[in-house]
């Protein structure tokens, strides 16, 4: 009979001090998320310096509380994930330096996972059926990434954003409103009650790169919408504006997804990352992809934001493929996708 494998995993790569026990790379025993959103809050954002100190507070107690709700040891553990890049410095070495100081305490293997790769691993744990190939759409805080997902661990990117992330335009515009960070849950609930074809927002479309992704005209032609209706004394529908904006972006991604699956004949879809919890997003996607004749899988809200569950996924199948790091892995702030 084949042994089970047990991950622990670890991600510290921004606001989220996170730890988590997979096994299998697709059963998550206990994921444990302590989030710092409401001290960034204050400042309107994430504080890389005030993100590194918290990270060093909570990670033993979060890694403690992983293991203890998997009714688990560390001697029961396989391997420990952690999350090398990309991200912020200070913040990915709190996590780094815990899971190599376990690894070199317990003498057990130490691999490191790509953030990104993380997130769209999320998409196996609720999708027992899903195997590569397949296309991941990655929309987060800090990346927007259309990726070729050719096997486990191999990837090839096709499309990347030139300026902004989706969800950092998500949290400028937010922000612009009054909404207050982060905007992106809440300009999703807003638009609700806006109509997506009040304004006409621009959407980019790059001549030499179709399946590349540009937001920051979208970011500043709101901006400007907003500046002229206050120079005319005209109040702005905040909804119509959430809505409209969103709606620009979620054509982007959708339209963008669906472009890449036909060029490259690929019949499954995934999206991951925070914005992949957008009600908008998720219904335009399930729409053209029923449309389209794709299957389409995304993550519960909570494997969409950062986790530690997804780098346990992730993990599992680098060390299936015999991935293992030294004691001199490093945090690398601007990690490439396939790097290893
Ligand atoms: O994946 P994530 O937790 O962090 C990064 O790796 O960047 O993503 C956070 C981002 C934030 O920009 C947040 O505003 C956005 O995801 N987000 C959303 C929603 N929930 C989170 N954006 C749009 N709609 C949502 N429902
Ligand atoms: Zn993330």
Redesign the pocket.
């Known amino acids: 009979m084949k042994k089970d494998i047990y991950i622990l995993a670890i991600e510290s ?2 606001d ?1 001090t996170a730890a988590a026990v997979v096994k299998n790379g697709r059963e998550v025993l206990s994921n444990v998320i302590s989030s710092q959103i409401e001290l960034h809050k204050l400042y309107g954002g994430v504080v890389p310096e005030i993100a590194s100190r918290k990270h060093i507070e909570k990670i033993n107690p979060v890694i403690r509380e992983a293991l203890s709700d998997a009714g688990m040891t560390l001697e029961d553990m396989d391997a420990i994930g952690v999350t090398y890049g990309p ?1 912020l410095v200070g913040a990915l070495l709190v996590g780094v330096a815990a899971a190599k100081a376990i690894s070199y305490a317990k003498n057990i293997p130490l691999v490191g996972v790509h ?1 990104i790769e993380g ?1 769209i691993s999320a998409n196996y744990i609720e999708n027992k059926e899903l195997e590569p190939p397949f296309l991941g759409m990655v ?5 927007t990434h259309l990726v070729l997902v050719k096997d486990y661990g191999k990837y090839e990117i096709l499309g990347r954003t030139r300026d902004d ?4 335009a ?2 400028k515009v ?1 922000r612009a409103i009054g909404l207050g960070y ?4 809440k ?2 609930k807003l638009a609700k009650e806006g109509n997506p074809k009040a304004i006409a927002f621009p959407r980019a479309h790059i001549a030499d790169a179709p399946l590349d992704f540009s937001f920051s005209g979208l970011k500043s032609s709101v901006l400007n919408y907003i500046n002229s209706c206050e120079m005319k004394h005209v109040e702005i529908n905040r909804a119509d504006v959430a809505a409209s904006f ?1 709606a620009a972006v979620v054509d982007a991604i959708v339209d963008h997804t669906i472009e890449a699956a036909k060029m490259y004949q690929i019949r499954k879809v995934a999206l991951a ?3 992949a ?3 908008a ?1 998720r219904q335009a996607m399930k729409e053209r992809c029923e449309k389209e004749k794709l299957e389409f899988f995304y993550p519960s ?1 909570v494997l ?3 986790n530690a569950a997804m780098i346990g996924c992730a993990a599992y199948y680098e060390y299936l493929a015999g991935t293992r790091h030294g004691l001199d892995l490093n945090a690398v702030p601007n990690l490439k996708i396939g790097q290893r």
């Open positions: 790569s921004c989220e991200g953030h997130h929309v987060s805080g800090g990346h992330a989706a969800g950092e998500f949290d937010a982060p905007g992106g849950p300009i999703d969103q990352g925070g914005v919890s957008n009600s997003l809200p969409c934001t950062d």
